[in-house]
């Protein structure tokens, strides 16, 4: 039995979204300051470069669109890199915390061209045809209802406009058919257990919270959990690492030993797709001309970085922006690949 099952066998649930479950309790929605988000991009860093390549593949995916929708910007990615290139974003996400952190972001890096608004893609507080343009960076599979997301996507754009989004491939991810992580900390007297479960057949991902009293046993077993570095982690967090179902920390004898202390539990679940089903899934929602390419990311990213390590990026800076964004363009050439990663672009009729 994995420890999911275990969970789902005994522990009553309360539905709740990955706003709320993952992103809300984010300190920072990547591993590392983005460029153009957190701060100014830097020639001297390559994978600035590899990031503004992807930001020249939005551009030329979108087709010269002058108002975009940045679908679950998080942070401000990659609508604030996009806004800085002249485009005027509206920049959303379900997550007040995000919301305001991109708010934030936007202000100090003197981007008067964004506005940011706290709401779900499933319900866009926006009239029909308010863009000519969405993006999306890996949001919409993080929606509760993606279809619903993507028909709003479709109703807020104009006849023409664009939609470029990049989609997580969790298929072309996971190394193992199912794939356990968890940790355990404390919050005051309070013993927090949170569970990622991914696998591969059928491809899905699901979250859990558990909370319990934090009595002897269990503040034993948090004690024992070290930190790891991980971009999801919270203030307090130890971070999450791979587990089984045995782990006599983190897996299910702990859980069992912890039943009649428990507190509250909640879970999200999100439904993945290959890239040929997120082609069937776009069309549905009435998209046109829906293609899937492989990710620009990976092929600026070995280019980007044999420049560096050839020592010929500093003589290149002043001309950072027309290289990242002319390289970005080479999207289209591209197949979809098992990367984690892929690009997707389509049109409204």
């Keep these: 039995m994995t420890i999911e099952g275990w969970i789902r066998k005994n522990v009553p649930l309360a539905p709740a979204s990955s706003a709320e479950l993952r992103y809300e309790r984010m300190a920072r929605q990547a591993a590392e300051e983005l460029p153009g988000v957190h701060r100014p991009a830097d020639p001297r860093r390559p994978f600035d470069w590899v990031d503004g390549a992807l930001i020249g593949a939005f551009l030329a995916a979108l087709g010269g669109a002058e108002r975009v929708l940045d679908v679950g910007t998080g942070d401000g990615w990659p609508g604030l890199p ?118 591969r057949s059928p491809l899905r991902e699901a979250e859990y919270e558990l909370r319990f009293r934090a009595d002897g046993a269990l503040r034993k077993a948090a004690a024992a959990v070290p930190p790891v570095p991980s971009f999801v982690r919270g203030e307090g967090e130890p971070g999450l690492r791979p587990v089984l179902p045995d782990d006599p920390v983190l897996g299910i004898s702990v859980l069992e030993g912890a039943r009649g202390s428990l507190l509250s539990a909640r879970f999200f679940e999100l439904c993945h797709r290959s890239p040929e089903e997120t082609v069937a899934l776009v069309e549905a929602a009435g998209f046109q001309g829906v293609r899937a390419f492989g990710n620009p990311g990976r092929l600026a990213r070995e280019f980007f970085l044999g420049l560096h390590e050839a020592g010929l990026l500093p003589a290149l800076a002043p001309h950072m922006d027309a290289l990242a964004l002319a390289f970005g363009r080479l999207y289209e050439a591209l197949p979809p690949g098992r990367t984690s990663v892929f690009f997707l672009v389509a049109r409204r009729s």
């Design 82 to 199: 996009l806004a800085r290139h002249g485009v005027e974003v509206v920049a959303l996400d379900p997550s007040p915390r995000r919301a305001a952190l991109a708010r934030e972001n936007a202000r100090r890096l003197g981007l008067s061209n964004v506005e940011v608004v706290c709401a779900p893609a499933e319900a866009l507080p926006f009239p029909d045809g308010s863009f000519d343009g969405v993006v999306a960076g890996t949001a919409f599979e993080q929606c509760a209802d993606p279809p619903a997301a993507l028909r709003e996507a479709r109703r807020v754009l104009v006849a023409g406009g664009r939609l470029a989004a990049t989609f997580e491939d969790l298929g072309a991810e996971l190394r193992d058919p199912v794939e356990e992580r968890a940790e355990l900390y404390l919050e005051g007297t309070t013993a927090v257990y949170r569970l990622v479960h991914r696998s």
